[in-house]
């Protein structure tokens, strides 16, 4: 059974820093396309970063986070992290992680559907 568990969630200033975590079990995270997204109240789901398998390891960031977002992996604890830097509110949003095994590229990653999502880690950008 493939489970993805987001944390790392919370209340920051603007110009703050979080670290969202994508932990996952049942599936070997460095083996495809890592995806996450972001939903905030009212808009439709946005791909936000994606990498690829360890094949290619190639990170795809969305206009809007450029420069300020960093994906990374942790094969040994087979978790995904989101480093966010320079935090603005319009970053507010639900963050989900997923991944599917018919995808080891990011190629696209923001427009086609996943098999395997978390529940989600809440993230407020706000003074």
């Known amino acids: 059974q493939v489970q993805l568990v987001e944390s790392g969630g919370g209340l920051v200033q603007p110009g703050g820093s979080l670290r969202l975590s994508c932990a996952a079990s049942?599936?070997?995270?460095?083996?495809?396309?890592i995806g996450w997204f972001r939903q905030a109240p009212g808009k439709e789901r946005e791909g936000v970063s994606c990498?690829?398998?360890?094949?290619?390891?190639?990170?795809y960031y969305a206009d809007s986070v450029k420069g300020r977002f960093t994906i990374s992996k942790d094969r040994a604890k087979n978790t995904v992290y989101l480093q966010m830097n320079s935090l603005k509110p319009e970053d507010t949003a639900v963050y989900y992680c997923?991944?599917?095994?018919?995808?080891?590229?990011?190629?696209?990653?923001?427009?086609?559907?996943?098999?395997?999502w978390g529940q989600g880690t809440q993230v407020t950008v706000s003074s």
């Open positions: 049942g599936i070997t995270l460095d083996h495809y396309a």
């Open positions: 997923a991944t599917d095994p018919r995808y080891y590229f990011c190629s696209g990653y923001a427009f086609r559907g996943y098999d395997y």
């Open positions: 990498i690829s398998s360890i094949s290619d390891s190639t990170t």
